[in-house]
């Protein structure tokens, strides 16, 4: 079955750039929305926002100036950065394989991979 | 922005007892493209219900989801150990998709 893994650096000094990439693994990368999601104490779980398989993008408006997604078929995997980054970016952050309207089904979601912004 | 509200925050019942948790909308969702996570401490959240009704792959049928418009309902007819656990609902209605806060379900 398909399977998704975070995979990036857990500290992340203020100002500089988060950088996490997801692995697809026993499925492929068509037909669907690659969603990134993340959540902390403070906010809960909020949409970051995907990237369907043809390399259209769809951001959270909250973050859209900061935020850039990319896919590489070839690896079957996806990306996130995040630029700018302060503590309120501290959070866990999921990836997600999405399907349906806005690709708001996730199934299945990785373990997740906990960020933290500190210097 | 649609803003999701779960109630109660925490419901605290008995093995075998039926759960009601409620998810309101401060606008209508979209062709009720409301879905409802389960999540238990240390993992990913899981999808229970999509579309408002219909249940994800593998999910028993102890779980069901029902409403529209503005109001939405998970009921677990009867809790199970492994359903103690937090849920939140989803709107994939309109962009950008937004979560609720929560219920988290408890042993009593």
């Known amino acids: 079955q398909v399977q998704l893994q975070e995979s990036g650096p857990g500290l992340v000094k203020p100002s500089e750039t988060l950088s996490l990439t997801c692995t697809v693994s026993g499925g492929s990368i068509s037909g669907y929305f690659w969603t990134w999601i993340r959540q902390s104490p403070g906010r809960g779980l909020e949409w970051i926002g995907y990237?369907?398989?043809?390399?259209?993008?769809n951001y959270n408006p909250s973050l859209k100036s900061r935020l850039t997604m990319s896919l590489d078929t070839s690896k079957n995997l996806f990306s996130l950065e995040l630029t700018s980054v302060t503590a309120a970016d501290t959070a866990v952050y999921y990836c997600?394989?999405?399907?349906?309207?806005?690709?708001?089904?996730?199934?299945?979601w990785g373990q997740g991979t906990l960020v933290t912004v500190s210097s | 922005e649609i803003v999701l509200t779960q109630s109660p925050g925490t419901l605290s019942l008995s093995p075998g007892e039926r759960a009601t948790l409620s998810c309101r909308a401060s606008q209508s969702v979209s062709s009720n493209y409301l879905a409802w996570f389960q999540q238990k401490p240390g993992q990913a959240p899981r999808l229970l219900i999509y579309g408002a009704s219909s249940r994800a792959t593998g999910i028993p049928d102890s779980f069901s989801g029902s409403g529209s418009g503005t109001d939405f309902t998970l009921t677990i007819s009867r809790l199970e150990p492994e359903d103690f656990a937090v849920y939140y609902c989803?709107?994939?209605?309109?962009?950008?998709?937004?979560f609720g806060g929560g219920t988290k379900v408890e042993i009593k």
């Open positions: 997600a394989r999405g399907e349906g309207w806005f690709g708001g089904q996730y199934d299945p």
């Open positions: 990237i369907y398989y043809t390399g259209t993008t």
């Open positions: 989803q709107q994939y209605g309109s962009s950008p998709l937004t």
